[in-house]
């Protein structure tokens, strides 16, 4: 048993320094989504990576540290996704309905990956918060310059900056708490997730981008 243990060490050291961090990250990802920051352990995560946990805290550092890398990794792919999925050569709609469903997508293969970046991350605080909050100004971003074409491309003039980007935060904001809640739905396609969203958001967008937009009534 301990000469199996030594071959496996050696095959284990031998593998390239960027195999192993994913590995590691993988495994990480994996535990703190089902176990939550605290409750997770170094031990577990070792485990579940095949690795010892000296060579855990080598090449990762502390679990605080190692979380943090989840994070940023995660919303890396996560952003990844979504500019990949976006059909930048089609119209302001499609644009917006192609982000969604890569959005959804991503979140329906790789749940784990949404459980750490938003639900975990999120209630942790602290620089973890942090993380979460800059991923978010990204999404924001990227959506307010879907809806600032929109307006161009419909002709409508005075839709600002800050009006672009207060939509782009209210249909990001729309979209977290709709994955939150598919979550605990999993039932649901992620298309069907996604077009439900695009339904509630652009039918309204689509009016305030072409100029057409509600006032409250006058008081009886």
Not at 33 to 55: N, Q, Y
Request: aromatic share 8%; hydrophobic share 45%; net charge negative.
């Amino acid at each position: 048993m301990a000469a199996e243990q030594q071959v496996r060490a050696g095959r284990a050291k031998r593998l390239p320094r960027a195999v192993r961090e994913r590995q590691i990250l993988d495994a990480a990802v994996d535990v703190f989504s089902r176990l939550g920051f605290h409750a997770a352990s170094m031990d577990e995560i070792s485990e579940v990576a095949g690795i010892s946990k000296p060579m855990l805290y080598a090449y990762l550092g502390s679990k605080e540290e190692l979380f943090t890398a989840c994070t940023r990794r995660e919303s890396a792919r996560l952003m990844e996704a979504i500019a990949t999925g976006v059909e930048v050569d089609r119209a302001a709609d499609v644009q917006l309905w192609t982000g969604l469903r890569a959005f959804f997508g991503f979140v329906g293969e790789h749940r784990a990956s949404w459980l750490v970046l938003h639900r975990q991350a999120t209630s942790q605080g602290g620089p973890f918060a942090a993380e979460l909050a800059e991923l978010r100004g990204r999404a924001i971003g990227l959506v307010a310059e879907l809806v600032a074409r929109a307006a161009v491309e419909a002709g409508v003039p005075g839709t600002g900056e800050r009006d672009a980007e207060s939509m782009a935060a209210a249909l990001v904001g729309a979209g977290e708490s709709l994955a939150d809640w598919w979550l605990d739905h999993p039932d649901e396609p992620s298309g069907v997730v996604a077009a439900r969203l695009m339904n509630l958001v652009w039918m309204g967008f689509g009016d305030l981008v072409d100029g057409r937009v509600w006032h409250p009534g006058s008081p009886e």
